[in-house]
C-alpha cells in the first residue's frame, strides 16, 4: 500500500525567504506524485504533478519540486515565498497503470505561515 | 472556479439524520471520487466512481453510499449521522494525461457538514 508522510506539521517563514517543504513516500516502485495547496475555506489546487523523466519539475505559482528516488521523496521549494502563500501544503501519491481504477493518498498536510 | 461543483456548500445537521451531497465533475471527466477531510483523520479517500460504476473503495463507512448517475454527477448519502462525522467533504473529478495515462484530480469547494 502506498503512503505520505510530510514531517512538518508547521512552518513559519518570512517573506522573501526560501521555502522547502518535505514530503516522504512509501511505495514498490516509481509512484505519480502530486502537490495540491488549499487556502483557507477552498478546496484543493493542484501545484505540481511528477510521472517519469525529469526529476525536477515546475508548477504554478513559482513552485518547483524534485523527486529524489534513493531518498523515496519529492519536497516542494519556492525560492522567494510570498505572503500570499501561506496556506495548508499537501503532497499526495499515487500509483501507476491501475487503469480506471485509482486514488490518490495525501500526507497531513503542512501549514506555512508567511510573516512580513 | 475548477469545474467540479459541489452542493450545499455547508450544512448543518441532527445526529441520526441523513444528508445528500452532490458533486458534478468537470465537463468531459468520467471518474468522480470522494474525500473526507477532518482534523484528527485528514484526507481520507472514500470512494471513487468511472462512468457510473465502483472503481475503487477506501475508508468508507457502512452508514454511507454514493453513486455515479448516467449524467456523471455523484452523490454521497450519510446516514444515521454522528458527531464525528462532521467534517468537510471534497469531490474530485479526473482527466487522464494523455502522455503518461495518469489521472490528474480537480477537486471541488467543498461541502462542510456540521453534526450537532
Known amino acids: ?116 | 472556479d475548477s469545474g467540479v461543483t459541489q452542493t450545499p456548500k455547508h450544512l448543518i445537521t441532527a445526529t441520526g439524520q441523513r444528508v445528500t451531497l452532490r458533486c458534478s465533475p468537470r465537463s468531459g471527466d468520467l471518474s468522480v471520487y470522494w474525500y473526507q477531510q477532518s482534523l484528527d483523520q485528514g484526507l481520507q479517500f472514500l470512494i471513487q466512481y468511472y462512468n457510473g460504476e465502483e472503481r475503487a473503495k477506501g475508508n468508507i463507512l457502512e452508514r454511507f453510499s454514493a453513486q455515479q448517475f448516467p449524467d456523471l454527477h455523484s452523490e454521497l448519502n450519510l446516514s444515521s449521522l454522528e458527531l464525528g462525522d462532521s467534517a468537510l467533504y471534497f469531490c474530485a473529478s479526473s482527466a487522464r494525461d494523455g502522455y503518461s495515462g495518469a489521472n490528474v484530480l480537480t477537486f471541488g469547494a467543498g461541502s462542510r457538514l456540521t453534526v450537532l
Open chain 1, 1 to 116: 500500500a502506498q503512503s505520505v508522510t510530510q514531517p512538518d506539521i508547521h512552518i513559519t517563514v518570512s517573506e522573501g525567504a526560501s521555502l522547502e517543504l518535505r514530503c516522504n513516500y512509501s511505495y514498490g516502485a516509481t509512484p505519480y506524485l502530486f502537490w495540491y495547496v488549499q487556502s483557507p475555506g477552498q478546496g484543493l489546487q493542484l501545484l505540481l504533478k511528477y510521472f517519469s523523466g525529469d526529476t525536477l519539475v515546475q508548477g504554478i505559482k513559482g513552485f518547483e519540486a524534485e523527486f529524489k528516488r534513493s531518498q523515496s521523496s519529492f519536497n516542494l521549494r519556492k525560492p522567494s515565498v510570498h505572503w500570499s502563500d501561506a496556506a495548508e501544503y499537501f503532497c499526495a501519491v499515487g500509483a501507476p497503470n491501475t487503469g480506471t481504477a485509482s486514488k490518490l493518498t495525501f500526507g497531513t498536510g503542512t501549514r506555512l505561515q508567511v510573516t512580513l
